[in-house]
């Protein structure tokens, strides 16, 4: 290796490169299946028979991150209290009272979470 001493080095970095690149794709085309995650399966929304079911299913993906999977309270207030009717859930999703965004969910939606809330408080 008297003549030529960064060949080595050189043909290491450009493989490392070429590997870095290849890998990338690879790894693009393996994450999480994007339909599986927003409870769509084949293309097809998933569709609930019962409201509280779906108001389940909304509160899990919009609100437990604040309010707690078991309605406990986290950033957000507890809401297993049963302080609260349906008319005051709906106008704090459409109102959005402190830190809360107004609007998450809106119409049938916001009336299935209200629904399961007070399923919940039973």
Do not use: W
């Amino acid at each position: 290796m008297r003549g030529k001493p960064l060949y080595p080095f050189a043909l290491t970095a450009i493989l490392g490169i070429g590997l870095i690149i290849v890998l990338s794709f690879v790894g693009i085309n393996i994450g999480p299946d994007s339909a599986s995650e927003n409870g769509e399966e084949n293309g097809e929304e998933q569709e609930f028979d019962d409201p509280i079911e779906l108001g389940e299913h909304i509160y899990e993906g919009q609100c437990a991150s604040c309010h707690g999977g078991d309605l406990d309270g986290g950033s957000g207030p507890a809401l297993d209290g049963g302080n609260y009717s349906e008319e005051d859930i709906l106008t704090a999703i459409s109102e959005g009272p402190g830190n809360m965004p107004a609007g998450l969910v809106s119409g049938e939606e916001a009336e299935a979470v209200a629904e399961f809330i007070l399923a919940e408080n039973e």
